[in-house]
């Protein structure tokens, strides 16, 4: 089966610029997620969306971070305007919401350079 | 503030060594358990998952992982290490309400020599 897609692979921005990426899930997954991984840390959930509602955007900096699942299928993240602390690789995953047995799939990534 | 933590940030084996890599979480209800593996070039993928019953679980390609509850822990274990194991092993909680929300360890770097 296709795998979660992402793209562009890289970016290069500087500071106060703006940036999108799009994520397209494992087709029939209902629940997409962002996470963005800064060098040397683990993974860190951005925002989660059930179809195209949000189930939890806690740790996503409102004022610079969008994210829209509009169609309740691919979905795009933007930062606005973009900082130097944002370099990371951005990770889109999916999954299909079984009852029991929750396991996410993830894309390669957006790998973003803030200079 | 719900928080695991991987004991060792590089481990360094040769071939055939045994492999025991520390998870130690801190929740306080109950919570589903996980490794992620991410192979050199590749994407994250499930190891090994564990939500209920036999503490001891088996993943794919020889690993396992043992929940001590008491002890908070999901240590990832494999009795020998092959080269093609050389990756980076993340440890990840989820509160059983929402299993999708990982919160993720910090990783272990494997280097496996040949």
């Known amino acids: 089966e296709a795998g979660v897609a992402q793209s562009p692979r890289y970016k290069i921005i500087e500071k106060r610029q703006s940036v999108a990426f799009w994520c397209n899930p494992i087709?029939?997954?209902?629940?997409l997620y962002w996470y963005q991984q800064i060098l040397g840390q683990g993974p860190k959930l951005l925002i989660q969306?059930?179809?195209?509602?949000?189930?939890?955007d806690s740790q996503l900096p409102k004022d610079r971070f969008s994210a829209e699942r509009l169609k309740g299928v691919d979905s795009t993240l933007k930062i606005q305007p973009a900082k130097l602390e944002d370099s990371a690789v951005y990770l889109c995953?999916?999954?299909?919401?079984?009852?029991?047995?929750?396991?996410?799939?993830f894309g390669s990534g957006t790998q973003l350079s803030v200079l | 503030a719900q928080s695991v933590s991987q004991h060792n940030h590089h481990v360094i084996l040769s071939e055939a060594a045994s492999l025991e890599l520390g998870c130690n979480y801190s929740?306080?209800?109950?919570?589903?358990l996980f490794w992620y593996v991410q192979y050199p070039g590749q994407h994250l993928q499930l190891l090994l998952k564990?939500?209920?019953?036999?503490?001891l679980v088996k993943g794919i390609k020889g690993f396992e992982a043992e929940f001590i509850k008491s002890k908070f822990s999901f240590n990832l274990r494999k009795p020998s290490v092959q080269w093609s194991d050389t990756a980076e092993y993340f440890c990840?909680?989820?509160?059983?309400?929402?299993?999708?929300?990982?919160?993720f360890g910090q990783g272990t770097t494997l280097q496996v020599k040949p």
């Open positions: 995953a999916s999954s299909s919401r079984g009852p029991t047995n929750e396991k996410l799939f």
């Open positions: 087709s029939g997954h209902a629940t």
């Open positions: 969306f059930q179809n195209n509602g949000v189930v939890d």
């Open positions: 929740y306080g209800g109950t919570v589903n």
């Open positions: 564990y939500f209920s019953g036999d503490p």
């Open positions: 990840a909680v989820t509160p059983s309400g929402n299993t999708g929300k990982l919160i």
